[in-house]
Nanobody, 121 residues
């Protein structure tokens, strides 16, 4: 099983950008599917984006489509979430998760500790 570490969160003004990173230990990470989730205070955790093991298939929740991009760097064992045109409603703790099967439907069994994203209006 891999271990996941998120980074890249912070405070940004509305309209700004951040890039989150999900770095993984383990040589088999290239075969994992990876998802990003977020949880705002008082709300349930929600899906944000996902990518399958090959990087060919990506998925986004409707409210971030066109603003967020998920990608992966196999050499660095890292998955990124580029977030542009950020809105205050994007404020949350962002988590990455990994699915060792790598293919749809994704079943995540490994989670990172989260990184805080705060978007000010």
């Amino acid at each position: 099983q891999v271990q996941l570490v998120e980074s890249g969160g912070g405070l940004v003004q509305a309209g700004g950008s951040l890039r989150l990173s999900c770095a993984a230990s383990g040589r088999t990470f290239s075969t994992y599917a990876v998802g990003w989730f977020r949880q705002a205070p008082g709300k349930e955790r929600e899906f944000v984006a996902a990518v399958n093991w090959s990087g060919e298939n990506t998925y986004y929740r409707g409210s971030v489509k066109g603003r967020f991009t998920i990608s992966r760097d196999y050499a660095k064992n890292t998955v990124y979430l580029q977030m542009n045109s950020l809105k205050p409603e994007d404020t949350a703790v962002y988590y990455c998760a990994a699915d060792p099967a790598g293919v749809e439907p994704f079943e995540y069994d490994c989670w990172g500790q989260g990184t805080q994203v705060t978007v000010s209006s």
